[in-house]
């Protein structure tokens, strides 16, 4: 089965920092897998190249079989026009095209829409999908209309999905923050995803969300979505990842199932590295 997301060799230096320095690794259809690290491994950076949000410096992104991030050639670096063509949208896909594509993802620190309810972030996501044209959304026309029921009817489902049983007309900021990364989840697979990107989301939930989460992820994976997730809750990552990749300073370390990880000299090193500094 070829692989729905493949990065091969992707690196990305800001400044004198190498944040990714080469990490390949590939995911299938309806796989969970983890990426972990110690703080300032390069996993959100990586994300981020991963998701359009960032250049990487070099490698390449191929997600269903599309270039995200391809390499230029030679010629155009040798000519110094790398930076200007890609500022154009030569060799990179932006963010809303890869989303299109179907991947999505939440952020570490959360970022809804603050000043919009529940129902309405949930929305935001749908709209991109409704083919209303400009007179018929301002005139209101029945077209128009049974758009935005179907809209509000699929917001309410994925909603009821990620379990969040509140006011769906509350401000997000309303909320607790485990439901508040809840909603983004919604947010996130009202884009129809193949693959979802999860950054941190178990940061900050009590024991029973972490519960909640463990299962709603394996749900979303029944969907057959696949699911990529940064976390440093190991508990919460060896019951849940069916693979594990594994950064330090940028560099893959590791790449298996959690029993291989959990026993990998280098893996091992580099945590107990972190335990012994933090002394
Ligand atoms: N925008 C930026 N500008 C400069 N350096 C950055 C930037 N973003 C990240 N870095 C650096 O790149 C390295 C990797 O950071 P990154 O946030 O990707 O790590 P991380 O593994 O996600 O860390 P954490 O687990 O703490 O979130 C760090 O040294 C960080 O300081």
């Known amino acids: 089965m070829s692989a729905l997301l493949e990065v091969s060799d992707l690196r990305l230096q800001f400044g004198g920092v190498k944040a990714v320095d080469g990490l390949s690794f590939e995911v299938h259809a309806a796989e ?3 990426v972990i690290g110690p703080n300032g491994a390069g996993k959100t950076s990586a994300f981020n190249c991963i998701s ?47 989303t299109k594509w179907g991947m999505a993802r939440t952020f570490q620190n959360l970022r809804l829409f603050r000043e919009m309810s529940v129902l309405d972030n949930v929305k935001t996501a749908l709209h991109a999908r409704l083919r209303e044209g400009f007179w018929s959304t301002l005139l209101h026309t029945p077209g128009y209309r049974r758009a935005e029921e179907a809209c509000v009817r699929e917001a309410r489902g994925w ?15 309303q909320l607790p923050y485990g439901e508040q990364r809840r909603v983004e989840i919604a947010r996130a697979l009202a884009t129809s995803p193949q693959l979802l990107l999860l ?41 849940l ?16 199932t959690p029993e291989q990880i959990a026993r990998d000299p280098l893996v091992i090193e580099a945590y107990l590295g972190v335990e012994e500094e933090a002394r």
């Open 159 to 173: 909603l009821d999905f990620v379990g969040y049983q509140g006011s769906e007309h509350l401000y997000v900021t």
């Open 241 to 256: 990842a069916e693979r594990i990749v594994v950064l330090n300073y940028g560099k893959e370390i590791a790449d298996g």
């Open 32 to 34: 969970i897998l983890a």
């Open 52 to 98: 359009g949000f960032y250049l990487p410096t070099s490698g390449s992104v191929r997600f269903d079989g599309r270039n995200i991030v391809r390499p230029a050639p030679d010629f155009w670096h040798a000519l110094r026009l790398v930076p200007l063509l890609q500022s154009f949208g030569f060799f990179r896909v932006l963010p809303s095209r890869v």
């Open 199 to 239: 950054d941190e989301p178990a940061a900050g939930l009590n024991f029973n969300e972490k519960q909640a989460l463990m299962a709603l992820i394996r749900r979303i994976r029944d969907l057959g979505v696949a699911v990529v997730l940064i976390e440093h809750d190991m508990g919460l990552v060896m019951k």
